[in-house]
């Protein structure tokens, strides 16, 4: 199983929806990965006002922290492997680089007649 981390920057919830400018990414990126939690995908989202301990038990995001600072915030990680710094991924590229399959629900047929198994019932 794919494990997905995020080491935002500090704010005062995932979505972002709770401060005084929506940024529009953060809703959408938060229902991604909610998308990729159904998908059966292991998802960790850290926030660095909240959880700045897990900025510095992380040896690449703790590098990057003291080269860049926190504009190399947001920084994605699939299984340990960085693979996005300073922006939110689309789902695009979450499933190109988790491989999960979206395949779309097949549809049935209803048979010729109607759904129907009695004359005038829809």
């Known amino acids: 199983m794919k494990l997905i981390q995020v080491f935002d920057k500090p704010m005062c919830c ?20 909610d998308w990729l939690r159904a998908q059966g995908l292991s998802v960790e989202r850290f926030n660095l006002a909240q959880q700045p301990e897990a900025f510095v038990q992380n040896a690449e995001v703790h590098r990057l922290l003291n080269a860049k600072g926190v504009d190399c915030l947001p920084l994605t990680f699939v ?13 695009e590229m979450l499933i190109k680089w988790t491989g999960v ?7 049935s047929l209803v048979p010729e007649g ?5 004359p005038d019932c829809c």
């Open 101 to 107: 399959t979206t395949a779309l629900p097949m549809l």
């Open 14 to 33: 995932s979505t972002g929806v709770c401060g005084p400018q929506v940024d529009p990414v953060l809703p959408r990126f938060a229902a991604d990965l």
């Open 79 to 91: 299984d340990g492997t960085l693979v996005e710094e300073s922006d939110y991924p689309s789902r």
């Open 114 to 118: 109607g759904s129907c198994s009695q």
